[in-house]
């Protein structure tokens, strides 16, 4: 089955700007994956981010958005705020099933 | 506005069969893929499954011999059963809407112990 890696954790400065990825062990990660985010706090369900690669929910901030980056899907956070303080996970579908990413925690310092 | 809820038995016995149901409220659930996560504590999530409201289902590989998925169109809820479970299924088991898992219920936390 397919291993998906994310860096175990990142810290970015109040206003600043961040950058997540998540790969895949099969192979570069393509909008064929449909690149999910998820945002989870303490406590909380994940609150899903971005859909298909670029795409944000209704609810999602301007400041959060998808991409596809070197091979890897991308969550890049602009203007960080001290609430974005959380773990991100990506969700990649692949040979038809989803695998969680094993999650990135930022913290905003 | 359409909300999930995660209900069912909060202990199970180890080699016993884990049920759980999500009810749909505020839409009907004869639309979109309806999805199965868990998620142990202190680690990730991980995606169990899915059932189409057509009834069609497709499970993760690691745990495919033991999971099925049904669904009620009539009471609007959807179903998890895991068989032969152990301590290692323990998890807080969440329902989710959608091929993109949009929606997600609070969740419910499962431990197998005896």
């Known amino acids: 089955q397919t291993v998906v890696t994310q860096e175990p954790s990142l810290t970015v400065s109040p206003g600043g700007t961040v950058t997540l990825t998540c790969a895949s062990s099969?192979?570069?990660?393509?909008?064929?994956?449909?690149p999910n985010w998820f945002q989870q706090k303490p406590g909380q369900a994940p609150r899903a981010l971005i859909y298909?690669?670029?795409n944000r929910h209704s609810w999602t901030p301007a400041r959060f958005s998808g991409s596809l980056l070197g091979g890897k899907a991308a969550l890049t956070l602009s203007g960080v705020q001290p609430e974005d303080e959380a773990a991100y996970y990506c969700?990649?579908?692949?040979?038809?099933?989803?695998?969680f990413g094993p999650g990135t925690k930022v913290t905003v310092v | 506005q359409v909300q999930l809820q995660e209900s069912g038995p909060g202990l199970v016995q180890p080699s016993e069969t884990l049920s759980l149901t999500c009810a749909v409220s505020?839409?009907?659930?004869?639309?979109?893929?309806w999805n199965w996560i868990r998620q142990p504590p202190g680690k990730g999530p991980e995606w169990i499954g899915y059932?189409?409201?057509?009834?069609?289902?497709n499970y993760s590989p690691s745990l495919k011999s033991r999971v099925s998925m049904s669904l009620d169109t009539s009471k609007n809820q959807f179903s998890l059963r895991l068989t032969s479970v152990t301590a290692a299924d323990t998890a807080v088991y969440y329902c989710?809407?959608?091929?993109?898992?949009?929606?997600w219920g609070q969740g419910t936390l499962v431990t197998v112990s005896s």
């Open positions: 989710a809407r959608g091929t993109s898992l949009g929606l």
């Open positions: 505020g839409g009907s659930i004869s639309d979109y893929y």
């Open positions: 059932i189409h409201y057509s009834g069609s289902t």
């Open positions: 099969t192979g570069a990660v393509t909008s064929g994956y449909y």
């Open positions: 298909s690669t670029t």
């Open positions: 969700l990649l579908y692949d040979s038809g099933s989803y695998v």
